[in-house]
């Protein structure tokens, strides 16, 4: 596995597959090996990067010094070192704290960027649902049995699956204590000033099933991003890409690919002009 060192952390990843860059970064609740089930389907046709998170999995951290402002300097470092041209980007949850912000300063880095089950960093009044977040996840850093529908799996997943619950469970306990209560400072909102040029296309996705951030708060992110588009899976919770993972790789297949029908497209006209 390589790593790579930033400013008070050595960040671990996962590189595999040959073809355009495909880039996953997980949430607060587990680590990149989350993402096996994508891991599999996109390394077909693409070279697939996993990033850990600082202090989550691999990848250890000063504690002390962690703040969730560090994170899309952390993923403009992983770009510079492993992708040499835009690079299509998948974010879940916390995650979009690593995107988006990077995607509105540095946009030509981005063929296209999908946020899941996240509240996101663009700011507006379903930002509330984060002090829920944050304490939920207080709770779990406390040592507290909080039962997996509160941290957004479906019943019904809960229900059927629970070997996959116990084995997102043990790696989440592969991850460093650190204090994710910050992710609510004033200093990460990305306010509608910040949206002015933003021109990557986004396309913001969540559960209905999902007891942790509710199963419309993706779609109150969406109106604060310009131009975003949405899509809602009525049979997972928070992590749709976890529960039913053969749907969720489907609709993020589909809309890089009209994605870059639509550039295609585009560049033809552009040609014949």
Not at 146 to 167: H, N, Y
Not at 261 to 271: F, H, N, P
Request: with cysteine; charged share 20%.
């Amino acid at each position: 596995m390589p790593f790579l060192d930033v400013p008070n952390a050595r960040l671990r990843y996962d590189v595999v597959g040959d073809g355009p860059p495909m880039i996953f970064v997980h949430g607060a609740g587990a680590n990149s090996t989350v993402f096996f089930q994508q891991v599999a389907h996109f390394q077909r046709t693409r070279r697939v990067i996993c990033l850990d998170m600082r202090g989550f999995g691999g990848s250890i951290c000063d504690a002390a010094t962690f703040h969730p402002r560090l994170f899309s300097q952390d993923l403009a470092r992983l770009m510079d070192a492993e992708v040499s041209e835009p690079a299509a980007v998948v974010c879940q949850s916390m995650g979009a704290w690593s995107g988006l912000p990077l995607a509105v300063r540095e946009p030509e880095r981005f063929t296209g960027l999908v946020l899941s089950g996240s509240p996101t960093p663009a700011y507006g009044p379903h930002h509330k649902v984060l002090e829920q977040v944050s304490e939920r996840f207080r709770r779990v850093a406390a040592g507290e049995a909080v039962p997996p529908q509160d941290l957004g799996f479906s019943e019904r997943f809960v229900a059927e699956r629970p070997e996959l619950i116990a084995l997102y469970q043990m790696l989440a306990r592969m991850n460093q204590k650190v204090d994710l209560s910050t992710i609510t400072d004033a200093e990460l909102r990305i306010m509608p000033e910040h949206f002015s040029d933003y021109r990557v296309p986004t396309l913001v996705m969540g559960g209905v099933q999902n007891r942790l951030i509710g199963g419309e708060t993706h779609l109150a992110a969406a109106r604060c991003i310009p131009g975003a588009r949405t899509y809602t899976f009525t049979e997972s919770g928070h992590s749709s890409y976890f529960e039913e993972p053969q749907h969720y790789n489907s609709v993020v297949e589909n809309f890089f690919d009209d994605i870059e029908e639509e550039r295609g497209v585009a560049e033809k006209e552009s040609d014949a002009c």
